[in-house]
């Protein structure tokens, strides 16, 4: 039990806070109790998004997402969130500097991001031991809310992505023998990287060969080579969109032409956009699903095409959700307080959200059913 209602008993949680209490205390811009004139919880929540740089499109949806959550929120009345957000880039050190600047800000109640668990690996234990909430949207590493009790995510781990995605391919194609191929530069696609070769062992699928790549690397020619000349079945990818997309293209221009599977990182616009009919055959699981007979999912979709011009993907709606457990957590807290927002995140249960119903673990982790896609004719569909 790792997340249990922690108010007066942890004292390194309690002395920080005290610390960052002295300099200001933790309490939301405005009146001193925290509180908009009508009664409702006044709160900054910061944000670390990877809004520059290669990977920017995760960010960029995860932001436009939380900025839909917030108008909606702001709008009900309860609870009143500013948006203090930050870029990180994607970088480690970027999104340490962007955590130190909202936590040293007393108006700061707690924070959503950074957007890899490459970043959250150096924020996450830092919030904690500060004592600020930080919830992940699409941090989906092995090991992230175990970071500590103020580490939350409400993102689809790549450990219950995989394995069904790798489940639904097998049948489907009667699949025996695989190649792996992934980034060994980044804690995500590593950990995906573990749960692929778990889940092809536990299955009793045969790996032809695992071969790794850089972040950044534009030649796949050598991994794919070899990977092609082994004849598998599938190839299992754990890659960030941007690398990811390359990979399929070439593959294909080298006449690979077997399915691929990949996490959470592939199951992007970008892939499309980027790899356009080479994309074609990728499969994933994801916790979102936009076509799904849903009021809440079809308000959503269409406000967010209206005010964005595009559909949602798994980031633009996981962060929306995140902004809403957060408003919750927020007004069952009663006021912008670091630790009492820490308790009732803890404590958040059967919530109710445009990715399904969702409440967080004992160890502040998710419990979901993925639905499988594949990209045909240049569109993620679901996948039978
Ligand atoms: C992680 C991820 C990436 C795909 C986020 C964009 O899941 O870094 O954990």
């Known amino acids: 039990m790792r997340k249990q209602l922690k108010k007066f008993a942890q004292f390194t949680a309690l002395s920080s806070l005290l610390v960052l209490s002295a300099c200001g205390g933790n309490q939301a811009a405005g009146d001193e109790e925290g509180k908009s004139s009508g009664g409702a919880v006044k709160a900054d929540i910061g944000v670390i998004s990877y809004i520059s740089g290669p990977g920017a499109a995760y960010g960029e949806a995860i932001t436009n997402g939380l900025k839909l959550a917030q108008e909606e929120?702001?709008?009900?009345?309860?609870?009143?969130?500013?948006?203090?957000?930050?870029?990180?880039?994607g970088k480690q050190d970027q999104a340490l500097t962007a955590a130190q600047k909202l936590m040293n800000s007393e108006n700061v109640t707690g924070i959503i991001g950074p957007t890899l668990s490459t970043e959250m690996n150096v924020v996450g234990p830092e919030a904690d031991l500060n004592g600020v909430p930080i919830m992940g949207t699409s941090t989906t590493a092995e090991g992230i809310p175990q970071i500590g009790d103020y580490v939350?995510?409400?993102?689809?781990?790549?450990?219950?992505?995989?394995?069904?995605?790798?489940?639904?391919?097998?049948?489907?194609?009667?699949?025996?023998?695989?190649?792996?191929?992934?980034?060994?530069?980044?804690?995500?696609?590593?950990?995906?990287?573990?749960?692929?070769k778990k889940a092809a062992e536990e299955k009793g699928l045969e790996i032809l060969t695992t071969e790794t790549f850089q972040k950044g690397q534009s030649d796949y020619n050598a991994q794919l080579t070899k990977i092609k000349g082994l004849k598998p079945d599938l190839i299992l990818a754990s890659a960030l969109y941007n690398e990811g997309a390359v990979i399929m293209d070439q593959a294909r221009k080298m006449g690979i032409d077997v399915p691929f599977v990949g996490g959470n990182g592939f199951n992007s616009p970008e892939v499309i956009n980027i790899a356009g009919d080479a994309a074609n055959g990728l499969i994933v699981a994801t916790p979102w699903y936009g076509e799904k007979e849903d009021d809440k999912v079809k308000e959503f979709v269409s406000k967010y095409e209206k005010e964005y011009g595009k559909k949602p993907d798994q980031f633009a709606a996981q962060a929306y959700d995140a902004l809403y457990i957060m408003a919750e957590a927020l007004t069952n807290a009663g006021e912008a307080d670091r630790d009492a927002l820490r308790d009732a995140l803890a404590e958040i249960k059967g919530f109710n959200g445009i990715l399904g119903e969702f409440s967080f673990d004992e160890e502040g982790d998710v419990v979901m059913d993925p639905t499988v896609l594949v990209i045909e004719g240049g569109?993620?569909?679901?996948?039978?």
């Open 379 to 384: 569109a993620f569909k679901e996948f039978n």
């Open 73 to 89: 929120i702001n709008g009900k009345g309860e609870v009143e969130i500013n948006l203090v957000i930050e870029d990180s880039a």
């Open 152 to 196: 939350f995510r409400n993102s689809l781990p790549e450990a219950l992505a995989i394995p069904a995605a790798i489940d639904k391919a097998i049948e489907k194609y009667d699949a025996k023998k695989v190649a792996i191929l992934y980034g060994n530069d980044d804690v995500f696609t590593k950990s995906g990287f573990d749960t692929m």
